[in-house]
């Protein structure tokens, strides 16, 4: 779908419009993030509006995700030695998101700072990116992932990220891929897809260990040395999603940021639809 430029200022001019209009919502969000919403959605204004509403509701919901996650805190430096996370851009206009773990037996893996820190690293990047793209893949290394992982879950928080990342960020997601993935990997699937829309499981894809599947849908020239590609090695990459975090910190550690500015008066004054309708526990 091809969207005119004076097509896309308008959407963010109406947009913002009707922001200042919302009295829960801050004004300061910038045209970047106000366009990176418009193109997630297609440029349709209503379903920006809702989105932009789901975003800052599930944020408000998950207030313990996104405060005290100083990357330079012990709790965060210790989830952060063990996860390589990289994001960049690939052929056809398309954004690559990759979650690795790097922790056997998972004696030293926690969720909550798991989470804690992809809103770190995805804040981070919206905080500053100006890509656009068309689509966008994440892609999971669960070779090290074992049946204990079951134990490590937190429902709650991953029913609540599970609604911020279906329809609250930014992106237009198109394909999940979750690599080296182990014979047992459907009991873990199961206890998580109960979380997940239709349409987010019709896009996951399942490649076991040393199969060359994931080349039917990325060519090795978009992927990390890991994977058999042409690109740097995750840690590697992993330095550039650090550096941008590390650039951003001031930012990421305001517990302003991107927060519902009065819960209240929201509540009383928001249209059917978003804050009191959207069921997060």
Not at 46 to 61: L, P, S
Request: proline share 5%.
């Amino acid at each position: 779908m091809t969207t005119k430029p004076e097509d896309s200022t308008k959407c963010v001019e109406e947009l913002k419009e009707w922001i200042n209009r919302q009295p829960h919502l801050p004004k300061n969000l910038g045209n970047n993030l106000l366009l990176r919403f418009a193109h997630s959605c297609y440029y349709d204004l209503e379903k920006t509006k809702k989105t932009v509403d789901t975003f800052f509701t599930v944020r408000g919901a998950c207030s313990d995700l996104v405060t005290n996650r100083d990357p330079q805190s012990a709790q965060m430096q210790k989830i952060i030695k063990i996860i390589n996370l990289s994001q960049y851009g690939i052929s056809g206009n398309r954004w690559l998101w990759i979650w690795q773990l790097n922790d056997p037996g998972l004696e030293n893996y926690d969720y909550i700072s798991d989470v804690k820190f992809f809103f770190l690293s995805t804040d981070s990047n919206f905080l500053v990116s100006n890509n656009l793209p068309e689509e966008d893949i994440v892609m999971m290394d669960v070779k090290d992932i074992t049946l204990r992982f079951l134990t490590k879950i937190n429902l709650s928080v991953a029913r609540r990220l599970a609604k911020y990342q279906e329809e609250a960020m930014p992106i237009r997601l198109k394909q999940i891929h979750v690599v080296n993935a182990p014979p047992f990997i459907d009991k873990i699937y199961g206890a998580l897809k109960p979380f997940m829309k239709k349409e987010i499981t019709e896009m996951i894809h399942f490649h076991p260990p040393k199969s060359d599947t994931l080349y039917k849908y990325l060519s090795k020239d978009d992927l990390p040395s890991n994977y058999g590609g042409t690109r740097p090695a995750m840690v590697e990459l992993k330095e550039e999603v650090m550096e941008n975090i590390a650039r951003n910190r001031d930012a990421l550690l305001d517990e302003t940021l991107w927060r519902i500015v009065d819960k209240k008066k929201a509540e009383s004054s928001i249209d059917s639809g978003s804050f009191r309708t959207l069921a997060i526990d």
